[in-house]
């Protein structure tokens, strides 16, 4: 069976500092990969989205990048993170075609001080 | 612009009364519409979609979605409610967007607060 991995649980870095999040998807092969932001506990805001190894599309301009170098590892970046980044990111991922279902990993809770 | 909206930040219901969370969308051609809960500090997990078919949809922990294309709503409901259904529920929809067709936009959540 399928499973996603993500981690770490919970994160706290001083600002200006780098980052770097990771996510597995085990059991299937050429997902799609997604990362998701959710901020104050609501609304969820698609950050990036990957069809492929290397193929990253960026929805919002931002502080924040995303690498694929395997093609079921899916990490986000940051060289220098802002207060604003802070939140709950979330890893997703769904296979193409099979009515799009997404099923996400646990969340990172990342604060940013 | 697609979209989707859950006009309710919150839904207090008492446990053991039925349950609505309202959902409407926006789309250009037919809609693959979804819901999903999430629990405390938790990723989101699946509940039901539409794809076609059937208006009435029926998913996880006896929750169902009616689908109504005149009023673009798909409102998820349950006709008796429980304590542990308390959650945050989202609302998305499937958005057509280059080559990656499972590209879901979610709505901003709404809290459901089931009291016993």
């Known amino acids: 069976s399928q499973t996603i991995h993500q981690w770490p649980a919970t994160l706290v870095q001083p600002v200006g500092s780098p980052l770097s999040l990771e996510c597995t998807v085990e059991?299937?092969?050429?997902?799609?990969l997604y990362w998701y932001r959710q901020a104050a506990g609501r609304g969820l805001q698609l950050l990036f989205y990957?069809?492929?190894?290397?193929?990253i599309s960026s929805e919002v301009p931002q502080n924040l990048s995303a690498s694929r170098p395997q093609d079921r590892q899916f990490i986000l970046s940051s060289k220098k993170l802002l207060l604003s980044d802070s939140g709950f990111y979330l890893c997703?991922?769904?296979?193409?075609?099979?009515?799009?279902?997404?099923?996400f990993g646990s969340g990172t809770q990342l604060s940013v001080l | 612009a697609q979209s989707v909206a859950q006009p309710e930040d919150q839904v207090n219901v008492a446990e053991g009364n039925p349950l609505t969370v309202k959902c409407t969308y926006s789309?250009?051609?037919?809609?693959?519409l979804f819901w999903y809960v999430q629990y405390p500090n938790r990723g989101l997990q699946f509940l039901l979609k539409?794809?076609?078919?059937?208006?009435l949809v029926k998913g996880s922990y006896g929750f169902e979605a009616e689908f109504n294309k005149s009023q673009t709503s798909f409102h998820l409901k349950k006709p008796s409610a429980l304590v542990s259904d308390s959650a945050l529920y989202f609302c998305?929809?499937?958005?057509?967007?280059?080559?990656?067709?499972?590209?879901?936009?979610f709505g901003t959540g709404t809290l459901l607060a089931v009291q016993p």
């Open positions: 997703a991922w769904s296979v193409f075609g099979a009515n799009e279902k997404l099923f």
């Open positions: 059991g299937t092969s050429n997902p799609n």
């Open positions: 990957s069809v492929g190894i290397g193929q």
């Open positions: 789309v250009s051609g037919n809609p693959y």
């Open positions: 539409y794809i076609t078919g059937d208006n």
């Open positions: 998305a929809v499937r958005v057509l967007y280059g080559g990656a067709t499972n590209k879901l936009i």
